[in-house]
T-cell receptor, first 108, second 112 residues
Framework: RKEVEQDPGPFNVPEGATVAFNCTYS??????FFWYRQDCRKEPKLLMS???SGNEDGRFTAQLNRASQYISLLIRDSKLSDSATYLC?????????FGAGTTVTVRA | ETGVTQTPRHLVMGMTNKKSLKCEQH?????MYWYKQSAKKPLELMFV???????ENNSVPSRFSPECPNSSHLFLHLHTLQPEDSALYLC???????????FGPGTRLTVL
């Protein structure tokens, strides 16, 4: 079983739509969680950390469900610039485990 | 952004060559990392250094040799690589173990 699993997508959505996707992780002792964004041929960049109580950053909402061991990301009012691959990341001490990414394409 | 820099950005090398990748972080962080990203695969952690001590070596072949001379610099020495080693090599740094990691732009390596 992979440590972090994501639906690869792609999710093709029109501008203004809401898109949501999940990520599951295998280690119940995982300590911290993040969503990173990676544009084509670029490095990953932190989008947001994921807190136990859920958190929001503008149009982005992240949720953590420790009981079911999944993390979710919701993007409201999608923009063309949101097109990217979103990486789910789980941190156990020094070890970051990455999902393979979920590709989102927002069309005009 | 100049937080984490990597050189060179692109590298083409033959299987018998020896080359080195360089990473420098200007963030005052204590931990640095090497990752490999192959096409359509998740990032794979290769090495972790904390306060210049190697704390993780993720079963990486010996043809990859890391070096951390100080907390701001990290090298990856390459020798007798294979074509399947062609990938994007990313360096990252973080303040401490569980903190957010910040990535450099990567070195795109092609082994002929």
């Amino acid at each position: 079983r992979k440590e972090v699993e994501q639906d690869p997508g792609p999710f093709n959505v029109p501008e203004g739509a809401t898109v949501a996707f999940n990520c599951t992780y295998s280690n119940s002792a995982s300590q911290s969680f993040f969503w990173y964004r990676q544009d084509c041929r670029k490095e990953p960049k932190l989008l947001m950390s994921v807190y136990s109580s859920g958190n929001e950053d503008g149009r982005f909402t992240a949720q953590l469900n420790r009981a079911s061991q999944y993390i979710s990301l919701l993007i409201r009012d999608s923009k063309l610039s949101d097109s990217a691959t979103y990486l789910c990341v789980v941190n156990d001490d020094y070890k970051l485990s990455f999902g393979a990414g979920t590709t989102v394409t927002v069309r005009a | 952004e100049t937080g984490v820099t990597q050189t060179p950005r692109h590298l083409v090398m033959g299987m018998t060559n020896k080359k080195s990748l360089k990473c420098e972080q200007h963030l005052g962080h204590n931990a640095m990392y090497w990752y490999k990203q192959s096409a359509k695969k998740p990032l794979e952690l290769m090495f972790v250094y904390s306060l210049e001590e190697r704390v993780e070596n993720n079963s990486v072949p010996s043809r990859f040799s890391p070096e951390c001379p100080n907390s701001s610099h990290l090298f990856l020495h390459l020798h007798t690589l294979q074509p399947e080693d062609s990938a994007l090599y990313l360096c990252a740094s973080s303040q401490d173990a569980t903190d957010t990691q910040y990535f450099g732009p990567g070195t795109r390596l092609t082994v002929l």
